[in-house]
C-alpha cells in the first residue's frame, strides 16, 4: 500500500506492530534516514539493540547470499518484543530476495524495513511494496519540513515552551538547511537549555544557529551598510582564505542592498516595510536591517544598486584582466564611503 506524505507522517510516529513491512526512499539519504530512524524507535523502543530485536544489513550484501534476509526474518529472538530487520540502501540487485520475504512473512516474523534512493514507479522493489496488503510505501521529497514535524523533533528533544517569534525563525532555519544539520542544531539547543525552563529567545537560537562561510559574507554586508571600511580590507583577505570568490561576493552584496532598499521605499515607512519582507527578519537582524534602511534612505541605495550592478557586468565581463577580488574590495570601499554622504 502506498502512503501519502501526511499519512506517513502519522505511521512514522506510530507504526503498526502487524504490519509486513515499510519501505522508505527518496533522493535525499538524510531525509530517508530520518524518517527510518523514528519510525523504528517507535516500532522498537529504545532497547532494541541491546536486546538483539534489530537486524541490519546492507542491500549488497544480498546479491552475494540472498538467504540471509529471510533468515533473519524468520529466526526467534532470545528476547521477547517486536523485531525489525533493516535493508538499507537497496537496488535493483537486492529487489529478488527482499520480495521473496515480503511473500514469506508470517505474523510473528521480523518486520522488513527498507530504504531507498529515488524509485521510478515502474520500479519492482516499490510495486513490491505499494501492491503488497500489509505492507506500505512511501517517498521522501525535498519539501520544507511542516510545522507539526519542527515540534516534534523539538518534542522529542524536551524543548516545549517555544513562542511564536522563535517558532517563526525555527521554520525559517528548517527551510534554509538540510535536516540532518537542523536534526543537529536541535540537540545542540537542547544541550545549550539544559536545566533552563525559561521561554526559548530568538538569543538563544542565535547563539546556536549554524555558522558557516555565509556568516564572514553576512559580517562584511553589514560592515559596509555601516560605513566601516577601515575593516574591509581584513575581513577581505579572511574571505579570500575561505575561498569565497568575486561574484559571489557581489551576488550577496545586491541582495542585501535590495532588501535594504525594499524596506526604505516602502510607502508606509521602513517600520513597515522591513513588517513585509518574505522570508521575515528576526531579532538582531531585523534590527540592523531596519538601522541601515533608515540611515541609507531609497535614493542612496538606489545609487548603491547602480554600483553593484556596474560591478557584477564589469567581473563577467570576457575582457576582464584586473583581480576579481581587487575590483569587489574597490566596489565595497566606494558603497562603505556612499553611506557616510549626507
Known amino acids: 500500500m502506498k502512503l501519502s506524505p501526511r499519512e506517513a507522517d502519522g505511521y512514522f510516529a506510530k507504526p503498526q506492530p502487524d504490519k509486513t513491512g515499510l519501505l522508505i526512499y527518496g533522493p535525499d539519504a538524510m531525509r530517508v534516514a530520518l524518517k527510518r530512524q523514528q519510525m523504528l524507535a517507535a516500532l522498537l523502543g529504545p532497547a532494541a539493540e541491546e536486546e538483539m530485536r534489530l537486524t541490519r544489513m546492507p542491500a549488497g550484501d544480498l546479491r552475494k547470499d540472498p538467504a540471509q534476509l529471510m533468515d533473519a526474518v524468520k529466526a526467534v529472538g532470545f528476547f521477547p518484543g517486536i523485531r ?15 520480495v521473496a520475504a515480503l511473500e514469506a512473512w508470517q505474523p510473528g516474523d521480523a518486520q522488513i524495513v527498507v530504504t531507498a534512493g529515488q524509485l521510478k514507479a515502474t520500479s519492482k522493489l516499490r510495486k513490491a511494496f505499494e501492491g503488497h496488503r ?12 511542516s510545522r507539526g514535524e519542527i515540534e516534534r523533533i523539538l518534542g522529542d528533544a524536551q524543548i516545549r515552551d517555544v513562542p511564536g517569534d522563535s517558532m517563526s525563525a525555527l521554520v525559517d532555519i528548517a527551510n534554509d538547511i538540510g535536516p540532518g544539520d537542523f536534526s543537529r542544531m536541535v540537540e545542540k539547543l537542547a544541550l545549550y537549555k539544559y536545566g533552563d525552563n525559561a521561554a526559548l529567545t530568538l538569543e538563544d537560537i542565535q547563539a546556536i544557529a549554524p555558522q558557516s562561510t555565509e556568516a564572514a559574507v553576512d559580517d562584511m554586508l553589514n560592515i559596509v551598510a555601516e560605513g566601516r571600511g577601515a575593516e574591509i580590507g581584513p575581513l577581505m583577505g579572511r574571505l579570500q582564505a575561505q575561498g569565497t570568490n568575486a561574484v559571489t561576493l557581489c551576488i550577496g552584496a545586491t541582495r542585501h542592498f535590495r532588501t535594504l532598499y525594499t524596506i526604505a521605499s516602502d510607502p508606509g515607512g521602513p517600520a513597515q516595510g522591513i513588517g513585509r519582507l518574505r522570508p521575515p527578519a528576526y531579532g538582531k537582524r531585523r534590527d ?3 538601522r541601515q534602511a533608515q540611515s541609507w534612505g531609497a535614493f542612496k541605495l538606489e545609487t548603491a544598486l547602480t554600483l553593484l550592478t556596474d560591478t557584477d557586468l564589469q567581473l563577467r565581463s570576457a575582457g ?4 576579481a577580488l581587487a575590483l569587489m574590495e574597490r566596489a565595497l570601499i566606494q558603497l562603505a564611503r556612499l553611506s557616510r554622504v549626507g
Open 320 to 323: 576582464q584582466t584586473a583581480p
Open 288 to 290: 540592523k536591517l531596519l
Open 84 to 98: 525489525a530487520v533493516f535493508v538499507e540502501d537497496a537496488n535493483d540487485t537486492a529487489t529478488p530476495a527482499i
Open 134 to 145: 500489509n505492507a506500505f510505501a512511501t517517498g521522501i521529497y525535498d519539501d520544507p519540513p
